[in-house]
């Protein structure tokens, strides 16, 4: 029986190699793998429908593109990216700007309005430092589906083409910026822009002490129709990540693989706080806690109508799967 040959498109992570490189195999499938573009050169490609059949794909455009009746492909419970997001607020420093109240009625830049992490940045600031989206005005130098049918109250100033927002930042055209990355002038330590929280790994541990949450980022796609005519591909394919990524975690374990000098205190940190599988597949209980955080974000910062449920953004087969606990005692500890 000749297997079903299906093309992918996700990031060159530690946690999808085994599947790159055909040391996991999904059963049934035979994988073919595109080249990565970059992530926005994906996110892009996906929105428009141009992309590969499995995709890597912003979880917060997902939501919208589906509440806009885009029918044509569905998510597995695979989440490829997640990131504690307070550290990716960014101000002028000769703005004034000493605490999170201190945005309200202020101008702040982002790429676009729907990126993931802006979701997330925007949420924390509203939901925990009572800093309502709405009290700020959101420049932004890219159009994209949030920005095109936000609500009209929702203050949007957008920029003429050319104009960049890191470069705003720090000429002072803008007092802050929340952004997907960790921007060049952080990195390089230009002395005119600093974080909005300072001690963001302080208030991320506590953030998920408090909530238990590792923020998604990104979903998976593949098209409705693969899942209608075959739904055992969902199985197939959510077990197949999950193979790939147990044993990134028995690679990773090995702090000889990694060109860190304090590497394992990091990685013994890391398991002390989030527990044995940080980067959890399927809906459980907590990654729907999760993925429903992010979709009422979504859904207050720039849809209308009711909020979407996740069984309008999950095929009912990826309800219920039983996925296999980390595997942490086949991991060789001697290092």
């Known amino acids: 029986m000749s297997k079903l040959r299906l093309s992918m498109m996700v990031g060159d992570y530690e946690i999808v190699r085994a599947l790159k490189d055909g040391s996991v195999r999904p059963k049934g499938i035979e994988l073919v793998i595109a080249d990565y573009p970059g992530t926005r050169v994906i996110h892009d490609r996906v929105a428009s429908g141009e992309a590969s059949d499995i995709n890597e794909f912003n979880a917060g455009a997902y939501v919208v593109q589906k509440r806009r009746g885009r029918d044509d492909f569905t998510a597995l419970p695979v989440f490829l990216h997640r990131r504690f997001r307070h550290g990716f607020a960014f101000v002028n420093r000769s703005k004034g700007i000493a605490n999170p109240a201190d945005l309200i ?24 430092f009572g800093v309502p989206h709405r009290s700020i005005t959101w420049v932004i130098e890219s159009e994209d589906d949030a920005s095109r049918q936000a609500p009209a109250e929702l203050k949007i100033e957008r920029l003429p083409r050319g104009k960049n927002v890191e470069a705003m930042l720090l000429a002072g055209e803008v007092d802050a910026m929340i952004a997907p990355n960790v921007t060049r002038m952080i990195a390089e330590g230009d002395p005119r822009v600093g974080r909005l929280f300072p001690n963001y ?27 209608a005519k075959h739904p055992w591909v969902v199985e197939s394919l959510v077990l197949a990540f999950e193979e790939a990524k147990q044993l990134a975690y028995k690679r990773l374990a090995n702090p000889r693989n990694v060109p860190l000098a304090w590497y394992w205190s990091y990685w013994e940190e890391e398991r002390a706080r989030l527990g044995p599988d940080p980067w959890e597949y399927g809906m459980s209980e907590l990654n729907r806690r999760n ?22 953004l999950f095929p009912d087969e990826a309800f219920g799967l039983e996925l296999p606990l980390p595997r942490m005692h086949e991991i060789d500890y001697k290092f």
């Open 105 to 128: 009625g202020r101008r702040v830049a982002c790429r676009t309005l729907g990126a993931a992490a802006n979701y997330w940045i925007r949420g924390h600031l509203e939901e925990d």
């Open 201 to 227: 790994r302080e208030i991320e541990g506590a953030f998920y002490a408090r909530t238990g949450l590792f923020p998604i980022m990104h979903v998976t796609t593949l098209p409705s129709k693969v899942v």
């Open 291 to 312: 993925f429903g955080t992010l979709v009422g974000w979504v859904h207050a910062q720039v849809l209308s109508g009711p909020r979407p449920g996740l069984e309008e």
